[in-house]
């Protein structure tokens, strides 16, 4: 139980596009889901808050207008990164609340050319 | 405000010895605390948590952690290692009324030798 998937897994693009990732709880509702940051040896970096029906919650020094996320269902995330550029190159994680505890998607490796 | 600090960003250990990762957090309320493992190029993947009940916590693939509010420590062991354990390894405190979100170690990268 407590599957969370996320799609697509890999992604490449050129710099200015937008790129969509998609997080899915599989076999439970998630009213909360979380949308993380990783670099490469590094830990998690929380990025914002997403919640089912309502505006997501940003961390300090996260671009609202970059990152967009979207809560529509209580089984689907989406984060969008707009005018992507080389720097947003990245590991992305989401996670979705069941229980008090978060449970994780596979991770989205996002690279900007 | 909380905080999580895990003692060795590097483990290593022989196949069939003892796994200790360590794990201090700081934390004005009540924790929930949790560990998770990191598999190259993957997610998270949950491999115990505390939320208030045994203080002895057992988790999947042999892992159990220990609660201890005199020492503000959990630490992740595991009597004996296998090739397959090596990987990233994340602590991680949270508590209720906080959004449930959850601070990060900075992780420890366990590795297993022959």
């Known amino acids: 139980g407590a599957v969370v998937s996320q799609h697509p897994s890999r992604v490449i693009c050129k710099s200015g596009t937008s790129v969509k990732i998609e997080c899915r709880s599989l076999?439970?509702?998630?009213?909360?889901m979380f949308w993380y940051r990783q670099f490469p040896k590094q830990s998690l970096m929380l990025m914002a808050t997403?919640?089912?029906?309502?505006?997501?919650?940003?961390e300090q020094g996260v671009e609202k207008d970059k990152f967009l996320i979207n809560h529509a269902s209580l089984t689907l995330s989406t984060l969008t990164v707009t005018s992507a550029h080389p720097e947003d190159s990245s590991f992305y994680i989401c996670?979705?609340?069941?229980?008090?505890?978060?449970?994780f998607g596979p991770g989205t490796r996002l690279l900007v050319l | 405000a909380q905080s999580v600090t895990q003692l060795g960003s590097h483990v290593s250990v022989s196949e069939g010895a003892l796994v200790l990762l360590r794990c201090n957090y700081s934390?004005?309320?009540?924790?929930?605390l949790f560990w998770y493992v990191q598999y190259p190029n993957q997610g998270l993947q949950l491999l115990l948590k505390?939320?208030?009940?045994?203080?002895l916590v057992k988790g999947i693939n042999g892992f159990e952690a220990e609660f201890k509010k005199s020492e503000t420590s959990f630490h992740l062991t595991k009597p004996s290692a296998h090739m397959s354990d090596a990987a990233e390894y994340f602590c991680?405190?949270?508590?209720?009324?906080?959004?449930?979100?959850?601070?990060f170690g900075t992780g420890t990268q366990l590795k297993v030798e022959l």
């Open positions: 996670s979705a609340r069941w229980q008090e505890t978060q449970y």
């Open positions: 076999d439970f509702q998630a009213t909360t």
């Open positions: 997403s919640n089912e029906g309502s505006k997501a919650t940003y």
């Open positions: 934390s004005s309320v009540p924790p929930y």
């Open positions: 505390y939320t208030s009940a045994a203080t």
């Open positions: 991680a405190v949270g508590y209720t009324g906080g959004g449930n979100k959850l601070t």
